[in-house]
């Protein structure tokens, strides 16, 4: 731990009128750092955070260095230094920007949700009534608001099993078999910064699609797509 100035601390008080005293100098060394915000006046370092858990709430303690570097020159240039930095990988393109044809990780262990809006446009496509879509191939959740009727199947009550409406075109290459009608979940889904991709696959690949998705139950008199 560095040594108080208190020489400066007395010196502070005689030109400025204001009190000071060493108690009220925090001189813990910044470790642990959370987090640092800088914006057009102020740098903020969160750091030395401390959780206590309990059954049902966190409690959180931890320090806050706010500093005003406009006039402080090293600090500008520190900070300008992290400008550049961000200038030189503005244009960085993240790993996976787009998904491989016939990887369908993501429909492995992912649970997408389902909104009755949903339903209903899966439920045409196959020529089911909602309620027969919502009964066989969704597992129902209610929702705070209201949108949403739950998550998509998988074939086995297993979370990390394949989702139902997934087809394979060959080992090991697959396609979604409601694409068109494919939930909002589904279609809000980028592969950018996504770990799962499954990276054997190249991207310069063709997959033939097969036939869509074929309901055990359907309705009589109507045909599905």
């Not at 108080?4 to 060493?22: C, K, M, V, Y």
């Not at 090293?74 to 960085?92: G, S």
Request: net charge neutral; glycine share 6%.
């Amino acid at each position: 731990m560095e040594t108080i100035d208190l020489i400066a601390l007395r010196d502070f008080s005689r030109e400025t009128g204001q009190p000071t005293h060493p108690e009220l100098l925090d001189a813990r060394p910044i470790e642990r750092v959370k987090k640092i915000e800088i914006d057009e006046e102020h740098i903020t370092v969160t750091y030395n955070q401390d959780i206590t858990r309990f059954y049902n709430v966190n409690e959180i303690l931890q320090r806050e260095w706010e500093y005003k570097y406009n006039d402080d020159a090293e600090m500008v240039a520190a900070i300008a230094k992290v400008i550049d930095l961000a200038r030189k990988h503005h244009k960085d393109m993240p790993e996976n920007i787009a998904c491989p044809p016939g990887c369908a990780e993501c429909c492995s262990g992912y649970e997408p949700f389902v909104s009755y809006q949903d339903v209903d446009r899966i439920a045409k496509f196959l020529g089911m009534t909602s309620k027969e879509v919502l009964d066989e191939y969704v597992v129902k959740r209610k929702s705070a608001d209201g949108y949403y009727a739950g998550w998509v199947r998988k074939v086995t009550d297993d979370v990390a099993d394949r989702c139902v409406f997934l087809k394979e075109a060959r080992p090991g290459r697959y396609y979604c078999g409601i694409y068109e009608a494919r939930p909002g979940d589904c279609r809000d889904f980028t592969p950018i910064g996504c770990q799962d991709v499954n990276t054997n696959i190249r991207h310069d690949g063709k997959i033939k699609i097969g036939s869509p998705f074929q309901p055990r139950h359907r309705r009589k008199g109507t045909r599905g797509r």
